[in-house]
């Protein structure tokens, strides 16, 4: 009884019946096997591609069941909160094509039935169940001025792995109706804790779908459920949403390992049907050192999503690379089935390895050349062109004014070709990758080429040089000039006897290469002459080593 009239002195404005509240979120009408996931981000900064490894993962656990994916801010820690997170989060959902099928649009519209999906506005039903707890003897209310403080520390301590097994009563836990009463009166604000029901012996088993069983010491602390401005934590915050919003599976990271066992009491004590936990591995990288580290916001651009999109990635790229975290069935699966969307991978829940991934740059980057590879020449020019357009405008410029010179620059050793060439991994390495079509070059890799024999072949040819219409009118010419100055036009006279020649076609080659590239290596030399120009290659050419 006198419980009830705490929870009646604490909360007097709070009419909203538990009841109620259930009816206005439904149990879901979906499948048996249906799956409800969600990705719960709180608006505090970038979007990490741990946190973004998450989402993909639900994402697809609710796609390949025919269930329901939808987005949740967890924004109760407004000092913390950053004005354009929720904006980043969405850009890159959409950007990668796992959007949502529920959640709260920046205009503060909410798409789906379960909202609001911005805890915020969530604060009337947090106090509802606070209430309920109170009533029921679970919960109490504290006035120690320290609240917030403690509140931190308990912060800190579930962010460790390891569990720290102490028994942490709080001294208002058995305040008296009078006491309350007082405190109130004196308008001393004040928060609410879970009276927890161990005492420090217990243990509590509890079944993570990747890790399995976990065996644990049960929770024995007196843990804050609405902090002194009657706004949740995470732990209580979270257990009213899930359940309401009628998740099936949590996907989260696992540095929430080690605070399940309180989310564990919380989900008895408000008699919810408890919810499968699914905590993910950390994301590790191999650092220049050859150290494993996890990776990090401040030292790794690759944990900020957006350096993907910065950078002009192939979401298909990135989504492929971290399916091949998620299984390491999907490589073979991508081997058999080239043509395939990623999306007609599915997996399911035992399908996720337990293995901590290790990102690997130079791994993502062979499946973006590849992709990339397979792009036509026109394609790939109009994503250059799309990227050049966000993030280089001068660049933009130039792809704009010389249309069909650039179209045919992408077109280089693509199309047509039995081998695409595979070098390119991104849109922002392409300027630097063809800098001689943009720029004469003013560095030539020339240490071990006998300038002399360069200037006199260079001036021969490019006094002849004219426009050819294929590879092989254009290389029949190089032989039949480099032949008259004395080049072995057949390799194998050349191996027989190099002595009797100046050198072989290869060397000619190189020298014209390096005229026009700068570079020792470069794509196919007839096309990239082809592009430039008859005026311009002459230039070129006229160069003195
Ligand atoms: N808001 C929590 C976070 O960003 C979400 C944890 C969860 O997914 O339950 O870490």
């Not at 509240?21 to 996931?37: A, D, H, S």
């Not at 395939?340 to 337990?354: A, H, V």
Request: some cysteine.
């Amino acid at each position: 009884m006198n419980n009830l009239k705490i929870a009646e002195l604490l909360f007097p404005n709070i009419e909203l019946s538990i009841d109620e509240i259930f009816k206005k979120y439904p149990k879901r009408e979906l499948g048996n096997n249906c799956q409800v996931t969600r990705y719960a981000p709180s608006p505090t900064g970038l979007m990490h591609i741990g946190n973004f490894f998450q989402a993909f993962i639900s994402y697809n656990l609710a796609k390949n069941t025919n269930g329901i994916f939808y987005v949740r801010f967890e924004d109760t820690d407004s000092k913390r909160e950053i004005k354009e997170a929720k904006d980043v989060i969405f850009q890159i959902l959409k950007e990668f094509e796992i959007w949502p099928d529920e959640y709260q649009d920046l205009d503060g519209v909410d798409h789906g039935e379960y909202g609001p999906y911005v805890q915020s506005q969530r604060v009337e039903i947090y106090k509802a169940f606070a209430k309920k707890l109170v009533a029921e003897g679970k919960a109490f209310p504290c006035f120690c001025k320290k609240t917030e403080g403690k509140e931190d520390v308990l912060r800190l301590r579930e962010s460790k792995f390891e569990q720290d097994d102490e028994k942490e009563y709080d001294p208002c836990r058995d305040l008296s109706y009078e006491e309350v009463k007082r405190h109130l009166e004196n308008k001393e604000p004040f928060a609410i804790r879970l009276k927890t029901r161990n005492d420090g012996s217990q243990r509590i088993k509890f079944y993570d779908l990747i890790k399995g069983e976990i065996d644990v010491k049960a929770n024995s602390k007196d843990f804050i459920l609405l902090k002194n401005d009657g706004i949740p934590p995470y732990a209580f915050a979270h257990a009213i949403d899930d359940t309401l919003m009628g998740t099936t599976i949590v996907v989260r990271g696992e540095e929430y390992i080690s605070s399940t066992q309180m989310h564990i009491e919380l989900f008895e004590d408000l008699n919810f049907k408890p919810i499968h936990y699914c905590h993910n591995p950390l994301i590790w990288k191999i650092d220049e050192n050859g150290n494993k580290r996890k990776i990090s916001k401040r030292k790794d651009p690759e944990a900020d999503m957006r350096f993907y999109i910065n950078n002009g990635y192939p979401k298909e790229a990135v989504l492929e690379y971290l399916l091949n975290l998620i299984n390491s069935g999907f490589e073979t699966w991508r081997k058999n089935n080239p043509n395939l969307s990623w999306r007609d991978f599915k997996f399911g829940i035992n399908d996720i390895t337990t293995i901590a991934p290790v990102f690997d740059i130079v791994k993502l980057n062979d499946i973006s050349k590849n992709i990339i590879s397979k792009l036509s020449g026109e394609e790939l020019y109009f994503k250059w062109l799309g990227w050049a357009k966000s993030f280089d405008k001068s660049l933009e410029e130039i792809l704009l004014k010389d249309q069909k010179k650039f179209i045919k620059l992408c077109q280089m050793d693509r199309e047509n070709s039995s081998k695409p060439r595979k070098d390119i991994y991104n849109l922002s390495m392409m300027k630097d990758y063809f800098d001689y079509i943009f720029n004469a070059p003013i560095l030539f890799e020339i240490d071990d080429i006998d300038k002399d024999q360069a200037n006199e072949f260079l001036y021969e040819y490019s006094k002849q040089y004219k426009c050819f219409n294929s590879n092989e009118e254009w290389f029949n010419n190089v032989k039949e000039i480099a032949g008259k100055m004395g080049y072995a036009v057949d390799n194998k006279l050349y191996k027989e006897n190099p002595n009797s020649f100046k050198g072989n076609i290869a060397k000619v080659c190189e020298f014209i290469r390096i005229a026009i590239t700068g570079r020792k290596n470069s794509p196919t030399l007839f096309n990239i002459m082809d592009i430039l120009g008859i005026d311009e290659v002459k230039k070129r050419l006229n160069h003195k080593f």
